[in-house]
Nanobody, 123 residues
Framework: QPQLVESGGGLVPPGGTLRLSCAAAGFTLDYYAIGWFRQAPGKEREGIGCIVSVSGYTNYTDSVKDRFTISRDNVKKTVHLQMNDLKPEDTAVYYC????????????????WGQGTQVTVAS
């Protein structure tokens, strides 16, 4: 059974940085799209962005564009979410998700999900 494990969350002051990792177990990332999501207390889950395997295409939601960057290391079977200039409104549980995907754009739905890692932005 493919598994995803997120790590790297924590408490950071406003304007700080964090780098989240999403490690794949039981499968390779070569032909998978990876998406990052977050869910704040009392709010619905929000898609942050994704990266596809074939072209390396990435896409981001407007609220994180120019602050967050998704990258992948297929050899290490890990995808990273670099988060810069963090704001209190970025506080949420962050999830990564995967789906077998050969297209050059991001998939609408994902198959496998991680358990999430907490990110708290506060002074």
């Amino acid at each position: 059974q493919p598994q995803l494990v997120e790590s790297g969350g924590g408490l950071v002051p406003p304007g700080g940085t964090l780098r989240l990792s999403c490690a794949a177990a039981g499968f390779t990332l070569d032909y998978y799209a990876i998406g990052w999501f977050r869910q704040a207390p009392g709010k619905e889950r929000e898609g942050i962005g994704c990266i596809v395997s074939v072209s390396g295409y990435t896409n981001y939601t407007d609220s994180v564009k120019d602050r967050f960057t998704i990258s992948r290391d297929n050899v290490k079977k890990t995808v990273h979410l670099q988060m810069n200039d963090l704001k209190p409104e970025d506080t949420a549980v962050y999830y990564c998700a995967a789906r077998p995907w050969a297209a050059t754009w991001c998939p609408p739905l994902y198959t496998y999900w991680g358990q999430g890692t907490q990110v708290t932005v506060a002074s």
